[in-house]
């Protein structure tokens, strides 16, 4: 993923990777040590509520230059999740178009 990525765009390559990831499992990866990781589904869900856990801080402290960097990892970690339970951008979409 690269700066010139137009910002529609971004989930979508972001999750490609993530995909990616998960099929090549390079060994320096962040990504896919979480797909190997020993604790296995668990890690990234313990991940997820850290993470969220420092997003509500954030917000609650008024600091919106870390609320926006809490929330990207909240959501990086969410989409391995998805990853991980072989479910992806689209059906999130569906899910949320479902909604309203």
Do not use: C, W
Request: proline share 3%; charged share 40%; aromatic share 4%.
């Amino acid at each position: 993923m690269d700066s010139e990525t137009p910002p529609d765009e971004v989930l979508d390559e972001l999750f490609a990777t993530i995909q990616d990831r998960r099929e090549t499992l390079p060994a320096d990866s962040y990504t896919a040590s979480l797909f190997t990781h020993e604790k296995g589904k668990n890690a990234v869900l313990e991940k997820l509520g850290e993470e969220t856990t420092e997003t509500i801080l954030s917000a609650k402290d008024g600091d919106r230059e870390e609320l926006l960097a809490e929330s990207a990892d909240l959501v990086y970690h969410l989409l391995v999740l998805l990853a991980m339970e072989e479910r992806d951008l689209d059906d999130l979409r569906v899910e949320l178009r479902d909604r309203f």
